[in-house]
Every structure is written in C-alpha cells, then in structure tokens.
C-alpha cells in the first residue's frame, strides 16, 4: 500500500477541509474501491450502490470489459488532438450513430459541454435570426452559461446574471404553454424526455411527440438532453426509443464511458453539416482512451444482453415500489422508466437517505423530496432484493415519524429484518445530525438557495423574471426584424412566474 492509500477516511477528509474548494456538500465517506454495484470506504466498510457514480456508472463500479479497455488503449496512445485522424473515435461515432437515428458525431467531455455544442450548432443551423432556444421549467442541462440558461430553475442562477440571452421557458409537459412561447426568434427546442434532476418527470410519447409536431410545424430543431436517459438506462439505448420520439439531435454525457469522463452531440447529417471546422471543439474530447471506454460499454451492453435485464431487473424494481407505495400513503408517487427510479413522497425526503447510509445502502434525493435511483443495468437480483428491503424499511420508518392529520402511522411488516445497529451508524448519525440542520443537500447542486424559504424562492424567480426582461430586451437589440408581440410577450412573463409557484411541473 502506498502512502496515499494509507490515508484513513478522517484524514482524507480534513486534506480535503483545507486544500478542496467547498462547492460541494459531500457526505463524510471517504470511497476507495468499487466493483459491480458494491463500493467500499477507507476503512473497508461496504456500501451497496442504488446511485453507482450519479448515474454515470451504468454498468456499476470497474466493469471488467471497460478496464481492460482502457488498460490496453493507454499503453499504446493516450491523447493525441483532434487535428489528426483516431480509429477508436470514427468507430465509436459509427456504434453510436447506428444505434440512434444515423447522423453524425461530435464529442467533448461532459453533459454541459454537450449541451453548449447543441446550443451553438442550434443557432448556427438556423441563421442569426433564429437564436432563441424553448426549454422546460424543472429541466437540468448542465452548469456552464448555456447550458445553465438553458436550465430553467431560478436556484440555480441566482446570484449569477445576467444569463446568457435567447432562452424562453414553458413548463414541462404544457404543449399549449410551449406553443404560446414559439416566436419568430425560436428556432430549437430543448428537452430531456425524462427530468432526472427535477424529480424523474417522465415527458411521455403524448408531450414529446407534441414537440417534434411543433418542431415541424414551426421549423424548429428537437434537441433532446440524454445525458441522463441515455445509453441504456430506460431498457432502450435512448430514452428516445422508448417513446417513439425521434430528434434532431441528442446530447450524451455521465454513462456513456462507463464512468470515465466523456459527453457526445449526436445530430442528424443535414443539421451536423453546419459545425463547420472552426467554430467549435474540445481539446479532450473524443479523446482514444473516452473513445476505447464508450466503445467498451456498447459492446458490453450488447454482449451481456443487458437492455433485456434492465426491463426485467425494472420489473423487480417496480414491484418492490407498489407494494411499498400501497403501505405508505406519504408516497405521492412512483415515477420508473427502465432503471430510472423516483419516488415522490409528500414530505422532505433527505433523511431517508440518511437511514438507507446507516445500513450500507447509498440511493438518492433530489428537488427534496423524490428519492432517485439510478442503480446499475447489470445489477443482480439479490443485490436489489437485499438493497430494496434496506430501502423499504427506511422508508416505512421515515413515514411511521410523520404525522398525517387522520391517519395512523404506517406499521413495520413483520418480515422485516430488526433494526440492526451497523458498522455505518457513525456515518449515518452525522448525516441524520446534518439534515436536522438543514446541511445535507444534493451534492450535485449543493448551491440551491433554501427550497423550504419561500420567500427566497420568490425572490429568486423574480431575479430569474428580471433577467428575462433584460434578456427579451437584448433579443431585441440583436433582432431588429424580429416581430416580437409586447403583448405576448407580457403574458409570457406572467404566466412564467405563475408556473413557477406551481409545485408540480410534469
Ligand atoms: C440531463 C442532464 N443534462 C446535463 C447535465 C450536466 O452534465 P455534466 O455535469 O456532465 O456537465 C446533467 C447532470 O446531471 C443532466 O442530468
């Protein structure tokens, strides 16, 4: 063992203290080692993953296939730059573009960067005039100022305007609100079929489809944001398929090398033709060593025929969720495709995550209360049988704490296991002391104004309005000739700001 890996989780941490900017809230776990859906901390304790890498281990942790990939690919060429020709990454686009609706390949390194390339490959397609770009409230599509415009949730661009102009925002799933915002000046849509971050909120063949009609009637480019969907995640290789949905183009990030850093921008030929050499790139991306990883991982999924395990291994998911869902009336709902799991209770939620930690079993909560899960394709049937009971009890204790007004408090089903004092109590009490205090955030968006602070909220969505304006007013600096409805577009804002005070989007 080498001195590094010597270190124990306190000390790992108090370097992090000192040396690590703060931008994230991390839980006081210190991950050393991983394998398949198990991933286990300095001092050797073992954690069941229901969340393996935020969604970006798909095949869950050092799939064997990618390792050996990437082991034989970084001994012959590590990095070499897009000026010259690679074999691994023709190949790789030519997989994926197979799989998808055969078009062409741009790659770069993460969701955002995605993202920002579908947004300028956008604007170029469409010519000057028609830059504005519709989104959805809810939506996540990444922390550069693109992308982050493109996100319509005021949280996240709060103290940071002004926004990048020409983005215009419906709520999710409101095909007459998304009409109501297409102007001579919109010339794409945005979209994750299914909102990972704003609480798995499933848009559905009826809603997507609605946009390709509005995206043909109109002119318009459908992008659609997989970096969460994609690559196999819903039983489909894109969350596309599952719908019967088809874009114009597609971003992809998290999954799609198994967990090592890599984002794609698939787009149809016609549209691809107008990323013209100079007017983007990324020093990394494509990069043989990403290329030989996402090669890897569509062989894999092939190969170990895993989008038929993951519809099955959903199955035994949702079957765990209903009989759950039938004992627990704090349950608001349960929101699947394929192994994209969120469950939506009437509560914060934040200390469920707390209770499952205890007993060894890492899940997910986002927008406060939707606790996700995003586990692996090819996790195993026990592993979800024993990660589920851990799970079901914590949320059936969690919701025997709360109390409904004419409701008795849900009974713990003699099946299940004691309450067992584990090796993971330390952890798991510093967590439950953290969300006592209102520490524990998502550690993904760990800069979210306070949710629970109304005011605030009120406050951030008017700052969001106000940026809005400034960012209407700039449009129209820029587009002369574009013949923008001031009436119209006052409604737009009222209506925004409705929409926003609205708890469900999708
Ligand atoms: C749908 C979606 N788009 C974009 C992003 C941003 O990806 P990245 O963090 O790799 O930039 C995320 C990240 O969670 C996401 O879920």
């Given at each position: 063992m080498t001195a590094i890996e010597k270190l124990s989780s306190e000390e790992s941490v108090s370097i992090f203290e000192k040396h690590v900017i703060g931008n994230y809230r991390r839980y006081p776990v210190n991950l050393v080692r991983g394998s398949g859906s198990r991933v286990w901390d300095s001092e050797g304790r073992e954690y069941l993953d229901f969340f393996p890498g935020w969604g970006c281990n798909l095949l869950g942790h050092c799939p064997e296939k990618i390792v050996s990939a990437v082991?034989?690919?970084?001994?012959?060429?590590?990095?070499?730059?897009?000026?010259?020709?690679?074999?691994?990454?023709?190949?790789?686009?030519?997989?994926?573009?197979?799989?998808?609706?055969?078009?062409?390949?741009?790659?770069?390194?993460?969701?955002a960067e995605a993202n920002e390339a579908a947004i300028k490959l956008a604007r170029l397609h469409q010519g000057g005039e028609r830059f504005k770009i519709l989104t959805f409230q809810g939506g996540f599509h990444g922390r550069t100022f693109g992308a982050l415009a493109a996100t319509a949730q005021p949280k996240y661009h709060a103290g940071l305007g002004p926004m990048l102009a020409g983005f215009s925002?419906?709520?999710?799933?409101?095909?007459?609100?998304?009409?109501?915002?297409?102007?001579?000046?919109?010339?794409?849509?945005?979209?994750?079929?299914?909102?990972?971050?704003?609480?798995?909120?499933?848009?559905?063949?009826?809603?997507?489809?609605?946009?390709?009609?509005?995206?043909?009637?109109?002119?318009?480019?459908?992008?659609?944001?997989?970096?969460?969907t994609g690559c196999g995640r819903t039983g489909d290789w894109f969350g596309y398929q599952h719908f019967g949905v088809e874009p114009d183009m597609l971003t992809l990030a998290k999954s799609l090398c198994g967990g090592l850093a890599g984002g794609a921008l698939l787009a149809k030929t016609e549209v691809a033709q107008s990323l013209v050499p100079g007017m983007h790139a990324s020093t990394f991306g494509g990069n043989p060593i990403a290329a030989a990883a996402g090669i890897a991982m569509l062989e894999t999924i092939e190969e170990e025929g895993l989008l038929e395990r993951t519809k099955q291994n959903a199955e035994l998911f949702a079957n765990w969720l209903s009989q759950l869902q039938d004992e627990c009336e704090q349950i608001r709902e349960v929101?699947?495709?394929?192994?994209?799991?969120?469950?939506?209770?009437?509560?914060?939620?934040?200390?469920?995550?707390?209770?499952?930690?205890?007993?060894?079993?890492?899940?997910?909560?986002?927008?406060?209360?939707?606790?996700?899960?995003?586990?692996?394709?090819?996790?195993?049937?026990?592993?979800?049988?024993?990660?589920?009971?851990?799970?079901?009890?914590?949320?059936?204790?969690?919701?025997?704490?709360?109390?409904?007004?004419?409701?008795?408090?849900?009974?713990?089903p003699a099946n299940d296991e004691p309450d067992q004092k584990t090796e993971h109590g330390e952890v798991a009490e510093q967590l439950d002391q953290a969300a006592e205090d209102d520490e524990v955030v998502d550690p993904d968006?760990?800069?979210?104004?306070?949710?629970?602070?109304?005011?605030?909220?009120?406050?951030?969505?008017?700052?969001?309005?106000?940026?809005?304006?400034?960012a209407e007013g700039e449009e129209e600096e820029y587009e002369e000739?574009?013949?923008?409805?001031?009436?119209?577009?006052?409604?737009?804002?009222?209506?925004?700001?409705?929409?926003?005070?609205?708890?469900?989007?999708g």
């Open positions: 082991q034989r690919q970084v001994e012959k060429l590590i990095h070499v730059p897009n000026t010259w020709h690679m074999t691994q990454q023709g190949v790789w686009a030519q997989m994926l573009n197979e799989r998808s609706f055969g078009g062409q390949a741009f790659f770069c390194n993460s969701g925002y419906a709520p999710f799933g409101d095909l007459v609100a998304a009409e109501r915002r297409i102007d001579g000046a919109t010339g794409a849509i945005l979209v994750e079929p299914i909102q990972g971050e704003g609480g798995v909120q499933i848009g559905g063949a009826e809603f997507l489809g609605g946009l390709r009609r509005l995206a043909d009637e109109h002119n318009l480019l459908l992008i659609f944001d997989e970096v969460q929101r699947q495709v394929g192994v994209m799991i969120g469950i939506e209770l009437e509560h914060d939620a934040s200390e469920v995550v707390a209770k499952c930690l205890e007993q060894g079993l890492l899940v997910n909560c986002t927008q406060g209360n939707v606790l996700r899960l995003l586990p692996a394709m090819n996790i195993s049937e026990s592993e979800i049988e024993s990660g589920m009971q851990i799970f079901a009890k914590a949320v059936r204790d969690f919701c025997a704490t709360l109390v409904i007004p004419g409701a008795a408090p849900t009974t713990t968006y760990p800069e979210e104004s306070d949710a629970s602070d109304l005011e605030e909220e009120e406050l951030a969505d008017d700052k969001v309005l106000e940026e809005d304006e400034a000739e574009a013949e923008l409805d001031d009436g119209d577009d006052e409604f737009e804002e009222d209506e925004l700001e409705e929409d926003d005070s609205e708890a469900a989007l």
